[in-house]
Nanobody, 121 residues
Framework: QVQLVESGGGLVQAGGSLRLSCVAS????????MGWSRQAPGKQRELVAV???????NYEDSVKGRFTISRDNANNTVWLQMNSLKPEDTSVYYC???????????????WGQGTQVTVSS
């Protein structure tokens, strides 16, 4: 079974930085895409950034140039470096991973519990 655990959220002033981490724990699977989404109260969850196992990345337009997603395939870890943070970035950030189990080939999309990011003006 895959479990994702996020960390690194917190309170930061506008213009500051935070680095979120997510580890996909478990075994007997390979990880394809990993990424981050966010959801603020009363808002729909939106995809922020995704990186595939091959290194292809995609970013939501509002974070381009400010956020950087990276991963360590060997340790099934993904990071989101967030620079030049804005109050609009305030949200709960969720890690997700698309995995495939070696034995069966079953593909599963799994989400973490979320970590709060608050950016003050």
């Amino acid at each position: 079974q895959v479990q994702l655990v996020e960390s690194g959220g917190g309170l930061v002033q506008a213009g500051g930085s935070l680095r979120l981490s997510c580890v996909a724990s478990g075994s007997i699977f390979s990880v394809d895409a990993m990424g981050w989404s966010r959801q603020a109260p009363g808002k729909q969850r939106e995809l922020v950034a995704v990186v595939t196992s091959g290194g292809s990345v995609n970013y939501e337009d509002s974070v381009k140039g400010r956020f950087t997603i990276s991963r360590d395939n060997a340790n099934n870890t993904v990071w989101l470096q967030m620079n030049s943070l804005k109050p609009e970035d305030t949200s709960v950030y969720y890690c997700h991973a698309r995995v495939k189990y070696y034995r069966t080939g079953r593909e599963v999309l799994t989400w973490g519990q979320g970590t709060q990011v608050t950016v003050s003006s």
